[in-house]
């Protein structure tokens, strides 16, 4: 069940990208300014779009309550095929043939990397000397990127800061996991008593800044596949150490597992190759 509510976030963050970026980007008036930022809410797919990311982070706590750290991020690389479908069903766009076949291998890897890797056991809490540790780790590696992000061509200003976003964003989803479980344990009043979701709260702030900040210094074929692929990898790496899921013990399993997971990986970056640049409908034929 937690691979299908991870399915279904990542199907909503493909809807909300979608439809804020349609709904952006059909201003007929081409407004600037605080004119664009009324147009927005103005703009019921603009607000629809909120709906789609709110569900997302919905869909993401329930599986990552259920589920494993290892296991739900890895799911969400499928974000990109969903928006791949979503701009050739909504939006009319023409997608190259490339794009699918290796939007499919995309998919397989992440399938085998999940079913052969057979991600098990673990802890449900960690300790307060692992949380600390994730805590230095994940936020002495954003911040040095961040700081790095300062210098040096827009392509590598947006990767430092992509790799910096993911890496949050990884600690992002231990901290929803958290949170989720002191509110089926405690409650509400519970939850608010505990430190995990104001961790949540400053932590998810952090990470879509420094997403919007790669997003807007350099191109998107390199921050997306940054922000794509280093989530998963922090991810698994904060699963074993705050949570102790392992793998399977077979040797060849394991293999496997990694070479699918390379897979995924690469289907990643072609993906963000071989689709189109710009999420838009194709323009009519001329007479």
């Known amino acids: 069940?937690?691979?299908?509510?991870?399915?279904?976030?990542?199907?909503a963050n493909a809807l909300n990208v979608t439809a804020q970026h349609i709904a952006s980007t059909s201003d007929p008036a081409h407004s600037k300014g605080w004119r664009f930022v009324l147009y927005l809410f103005r703009n019921p797919l603009w607000l629809l779009g909120w709906v789609f990311l709110i569900g997302a982070f919905v869909f993401q706590a329930l599986a990552l309550h259920n589920g494993r750290i290892s296991v739900v991020p890895t799911l969400l690389v499928t974000e990109l095929v969903f928006g791949l479908v979503l701009r050739?069903?909504?939006?009319?766009?023409?997608?190259?043939?490339?794009?699918?076949?290796?939007?499919?291998?995309?998919?397989?890897?992440?399938?085998?990397?999940?079913?052969?890797?057979e991600p098990q056991?673990?802890?449900?809490?960690?300790?307060?000397?692992?949380?600390?540790?994730?805590?230095?780790l994940c936020g002495g590696v954003a911040g040095l990127l961040t700081l790095l992000a300062q210098w040096g061509s827009p392509g590598r200003r947006a990767g430092c800061y992509a790799v910096a976003a993911a890496t949050v964003w990884a600690f992002v989803?231990?901290?929803?996991?958290?949170?989720?479980d002191n509110l089926a344990a405690f409650g509400i009043t519970g939850?608010?008593?505990?430190?995990?979701v104001y961790a949540l709260v400053a932590a998810a702030i952090a990470g879509t800044i420094l997403t919007q900040a790669a997003l807007h210094v350099g191109p998107l074929r390199v921050s997306q596949p940054f922000l794509v692929i280093v989530d998963?990898?922090?991810?698994?790496?904060?699963?074993?150490?705050?949570?102790?899921?392992h793998f399977t013990?077979?040797?060849?399993s394991i293999a496997l597992a990694a070479v699918a997971f390379v897979v995924m990986c690469v289907g990643v970056v072609l993906l963000t190759r071989t689709a189109p640049a710009t999420i838009a409908a194709d323009a009519p034929a001329q007479r």
Do not use: H
Request: contains cysteine; aromatic residues 12%; charged residues 10%.
């Open 191 to 196: 939850m608010m008593a505990r430190w995990a």
């Open 121 to 136: 056991g673990g802890n449900p809490t960690a300790t307060s000397d692992a949380w600390w540790g994730a805590f230095l």
């Open 88 to 117: 050739r069903v909504w939006v009319r766009q023409s997608i190259r043939p490339l794009a699918w076949v290796v939007a499919g291998i995309t998919c397989v890897g992440t399938a085998v990397f999940v079913a052969v890797g």
């Open 249 to 252: 013990e077979n040797a060849v």
């Open 173 to 180: 989803a231990t901290l929803i996991k958290e949170t989720t």
């Open 1 to 11: 069940m937690s691979s299908f509510f991870a399915l279904l976030a990542a199907l």
């Open 232 to 245: 998963p990898v922090v991810s698994i790496y904060l699963s074993v150490e705050l949570f102790a899921e």
